[in-house]
């Protein structure tokens, strides 16, 4: 095992080296075709499919969950190198799940990493209904899958050693949604920098989650994004805060900053979508988010920020965004020094009464813990 992940970090560095004109670069004018968007896109450097959400146990309605799952691909290069060897590949498959028990107060983080040759890792062609399926972390013999059939996402994951599982059918509620025009997302002022993204904000999820020798069946509310490019971010920009946020009233809300030193913000954009599942595009002056609160996590020395305040002047919300638990840092054991927080969060008028959920992503404030997609 040990060797196999050596191989495949020395992967991982190769890739970084590989300029990113190489690669296929996102356009305004992609021509989307669904549902075979949702399998993979070998042309571009990087891709994922990123599943959030929060549950609560039927039985016990008080007992609640966030979860994360991630399948990442990570080009290499972009053909095969001409050797007779069966570990030659073009990518890696990466895979990231989190269970954060609320009601405990723990939070549990499992990832996997291995080169997307058959001996690891199984893709599915559309119309599916399996997108991928990988082996697990060393020990669990439970296959990390995603698929999709009939409209329906379904994805399960295990982690022998954490002592987690989940198993949860993702069913959209609202329609697809593109995140910017055409789906194409600029990621900085001068476009050089752009990703190919559309979400489904809104599905009902369930299934089972396993934590602590105890199996739950679960009920909640989910959120998927999808994303592929080959240049996500600009060369200055060291990190981003996203929010994927479900308002009380049937409204969406994403909205990201991308952060360049200083944790100065260099670029910002959000969509905001509509009951009806229509998207209104945000520039960066339709709201303010100021930082309340700082986490400093003792596995890294990160100093996150945990909590903020949101305000939409046009479209009346003021809203405290207040994470479940404090401590929801992902610390990667496979590559060294990347780490970010992925958490939980619920959403707040000024008198305290809860407004909605959603789930926050934070990265770069660990030195060198931004995620390896450039």
């Known amino acids: 095992m040990k060797t196999r992940i050596t191989l495949a970090l020395l992967s991982c560095m190769t890739a970084l080296l590989l300029p990113a004109a190489a690669w296929e670069q996102a356009q305004p004018d ?51 190198l001409p050797l007779d060897s069966n570990w030659v590949t073009t990518h890696l498959i990466m895979g990231h799940a989190a269970l954060t028990d609320i009601t405990a107060g723990k939070h549990y983080f499992s990832e996997m990493l291995y080169r997307d040759i058959p001996l690891f890792v199984t893709r599915g062609k559309s119309p599916g209904p399996l997108i991928l399926r990988s082996q697990p972390p060393a020990g669990t013999e439970q296959d990390w899958t995603l698929q999709f059939d009939d409209g329906q996402f379904t994805f399960e994951m295990a982690d022998r050693k954490q002592g987690i599982a989940f198993h949860l059918d993702f069913q959209p509620t609202k329609p697809l949604v593109f995140q910017g025009p055409g789906g194409y997302s600029v990621k900085s002022e001068t476009e050089a920098s752009a990703s190919l993204y559309y979400s489904f904000t809104r599905a009902k999820v369930a299934g089972s989650v396993r934590v602590a020798g105890r199996t739950h069946e679960v009920t909640g509310s989910a959120w998927m994004d999808r994303e592929f490019a080959s240049n996500h971010l600009a060369e200055n920009q060291i990190g981003w805060d996203w929010f994927s946020l479900q308002l009380e009233d049937g409204r969406d809300l994403m909205i990201y900053q991308l952060r360049s030193a200083g944790d100065r913000v260099d670029y910002a954009t959000g969509t905001l979508v509509a009951v009806d599942g229509t998207p209104r595009y945000l520039k960066r002056d339709a709201w303010r988010l100021d930082v309340t609160r700082h986490w400093t996590s003792p596995a890294t020395n990160g100093r996150y920020p945990v909590g903020w305040r949101l305000v939409l002047p046009d479209q009346g919300l003021d809203l405290r965004i207040v994470p479940l638990l404090d401590a929801q840092e992902n610390v990667s054991r496979l590559i060294p020094g990347l780490a970010y927080w992925e958490g939980a969060v619920e959403l707040l008028d000024a008198t305290g009464r809860v407004q909605g959920q959603g789930y926050v992503e934070l990265t770069g404030y660990v030195p060198g813990g931004r995620l390896p997609l450039e």
């Not at 896109?41 to 039985?59: I, L, N, S």
């Open 30 to 80: 992609y021509p989307w075709q669904f549902p075979q968007d949702h399998w993979p896109h070998d042309a571009y450097r990087t891709e994922w499919w990123y599943f959030t959400g929060q549950v609560t146990d039927k039985q016990t309605p008080a007992h609640r969950f966030g979860f994360q799952f991630t399948f990442f691909r990570i080009g290499v290069v972009e053909e095969p």
